[in-house]
Antibody, heavy 123, light 108 residues
């Protein structure tokens, strides 16, 4: 089924930057689209971003568009989320997840999840 | 953006009872691309159902999903103690992919 391990979460000041990483194991990383989902303290789940197997296609929630960049290095089995211009409302646990697979391509539901990494934006 | 509304917000039931959770979309979900997740406190979510009615690997058959278009249901036929948790629906047919706000299933 596979495993995912996020890292890079930290306390950062408003306006600051941070890069999250997600290492994958137990499945062929280069065959699957990948996703970032976040959860603010005491709140529900929020889709953040998704990326295709090659990295050619990406999409973002409106709340992070223009501030966050998603990328991947298939040779390193690693997914990234670069975050700039961070705001207090970006405070959350960030989960990395593996997308499902349909007959003709990826389907953006999440069938494997990491344990999450915590980002706190505060002065 | 497709808005998903889950109801009820909280469901208070006893072990052994049947749970019926609803998820309504603001517009039709293409190809029934709807998933359900379970989340327990301090844990990552777990996929239960995808494609509206297909159970994920290892999910017990007391969990079942149904529905199409704008109305979807997750049914837990007989609640086990480990089923008390928060459940989220998610549509993945349209971008941006969106989640419902969650239904908490608590012990009565």
């Amino acid at each position: 089924e596979g495993q995912l391990l996020e890292s890079g979460g930290d306390l950062v000041q408003p306006g600051g930057s941070l890069r999250l990483s997600c290492g994958a194991s137990g499945f062929t990383f280069s065959n699957y689209a990948m996703i970032w989902v976040r959860q603010a303290p005491g709140k529900g789940l929020e889709w953040v971003s998704g990326i295709s197997v090659t990295g050619a296609k990406t999409d973002f929630a409106d709340s992070v568009k223009g501030r966050f960049t998603i990328s991947r290095v298939n040779s390193k089995n690693t997914l990234y989320l670069q975050m700039i211009s961070l705001r207090a409302e970006d405070t959350a646990v960030y989960y990395c997840a593996k997308a499902g697979m349909g007959l003709v391509g990826p389907l953006y539901y999440m069938d494997v999840w990491g344990k999450g990494t915590t980002v706190t934006v505060s002065s | 953006e497709i808005v998903l509304t889950q109801f009820p917000g909280t469901l208070s039931l006893s072990p052994g009872e049947r749970a019926t959770l609803s998820c309504r979309a603001s517009q039709s979900v293409s190809s029934s691309y709807l998933a359900w997740y379970q989340q327990k406190p301090g844990q990552a979510p777990r996929l239960l159902v995808y494609g509206a009615s297909s159970r994920a690997t290892g999910i017990p058959d007391r969990f079942s999903g149904s529905g199409s278009g704008t109305d979807f249901t997750l049914t837990i036929s007989r609640l086990e103690p480990e089923d008390f948790a928060v459940y989220y629906c998610q549509q993945y047919g349209n971008s941006p992919r969106t989640f419902g706000q969650g239904t908490k299933v608590e012990i009565k």
